[in-house]
């Protein structure tokens, strides 16, 4: 059984950064992508980035490169986000999951993705 924790959420002015964890078990990782989504209060969960667990290859949304930073640490199973310059509008709650790359769903699609996290929240102030 996976299990994805994420961790290291929590409330930061604009301008700060967050780094996210997620602490994955339960299998090995290896043939999968490692993604993060975001969720806000009345909008879809949308695609954040993703990086493949035994390459390293990293996709972001294209508003979030350059201030997003996917990352994984294979000995510790783990993938992080670090965020920079955070803006209000990045207030959501923050999930990680897994990904066959086999899978015949894009990247950005979360129906893609067959393991989920619980989610850790991220709230910016003004």
């Known amino acids: 059984q996976v299990t994805l924790v994420e961790s290291g959420g929590g409330l930061v002015q604009a301008g700060g950064s967050l780094r996210l964890s997620c602490a994955a078990s339960?299998?090995?990782?290896?043939?999968?992508?490692m993604g993060w989504f975001r969720q806000a209060p009345g909008k879809e969960r949308e695609f954040v980035s993703t990086i493949t667990w035994d390459i390293g290859e990293t996709y972001y949304k294209n508003s979030l490169r350059g201030r997003f930073t996917i990352s994984r640490d294979k000995v510790k199973n783990t993938v992080y986000l670090q965020m920079n310059s955070l803006q209000p509008e990045d207030t959501a709650v923050y999930y990680c999951?897994?990904?066959?790359?086999?899978?015949?769903?894009?990247?950005?699609?979360?129906?893609?993705?067959?393991?989920w996290g619980q989610g850790t929240q991220v709230t910016v102030s003004t």
């Open positions: 339960g299998r090995t990782f290896s043939g999968y992508a």
């Open positions: 999951a897994t990904m066959p790359v086999t899978s015949t769903r894009v990247l950005v699609d979360p129906l893609g993705y067959d393991n």
